[in-house]
């Protein structure tokens, strides 16, 4: 029995079921379940603007190669919360070590956040942006992947860069 019990602790993170034999002394079958074990990689980076509207275009340059390359950003929503915050929603795509011609994969994210204006004329703020992404194509295909992304734009065009922080979950 102890056995048993270290297996199905050590395979705590597969979604098959399995069928373990009950060594209390009857003879029937109990069943469990056993998950995949999962591989996360956490990374940290920074995400400089490319090109502005209509398509704002950024480049992601992070400690992983898997979430390093041009991301498009799409914003579907934007409405105020108060007099100085505003909730953002849209979609995004990353090109990894590449751009949309070009590139290693492809991760599709969607993603939520709030800026909220540090000034009264609006010339600078803070963003913090929460994005999930599924890798679609290339060699981040299955992986997940979750993103924090944070602005404080003080009116110098060299605050206009986000640093992004995250983890990439693939399966073992």
């Known amino acids: 029995m102890l056995i048993v019990l270290t297996a199905a602790i050590f395979f705590t993170g597969c979604e ?8 209390s002394g009857q003879d029937g079958l109990k069943s469990a379940t056993i998950k995949a074990a999962k591989l996360h990689t956490k990374f940290e980076g920074v995400c400089n603007l490319v090109s502005p509207a ?3 275009t950024w480049y992601d340059q992070a400690d992983d190669s898997r979430v390093t390359g041009t991301s498009e950003w799409f914003t579907e929503s934007a409405i105020p919360i108060d007099d100085i915050t505003v909730e953002l929603k849209g979609t ?6 590449g751009d949309s011609e070009k590139n290693d994969g492809i991760w599709e994210m969607s993603w939520h956040g709030t800026q909220t204006l540090t000034s009264q004329d609006g010339s600078s703020f803070n963003i ?3 994005a999930v992404g599924v890798g679609t194509e290339g060699n981040v295909m299955g992986m997940t992947a979750r993103w924090k992304y944070s602005m404080h734009f003080n009116g110098n065009p060299e605050t ?10 693939e399966a073992k």
């Open 16 to 23: 098959k079921e399995a069928i373990l034999i009950d060594e």
């Open 54 to 56: 209509p398509i704002n």
């Open 92 to 97: 995004s795509k990353l090109y990894v070590g």
């Open 128 to 130: 913090v942006a929460h």
């Open 160 to 169: 206009l860069v986000y640093f992004t922080k995250g983890k990439i979950t």
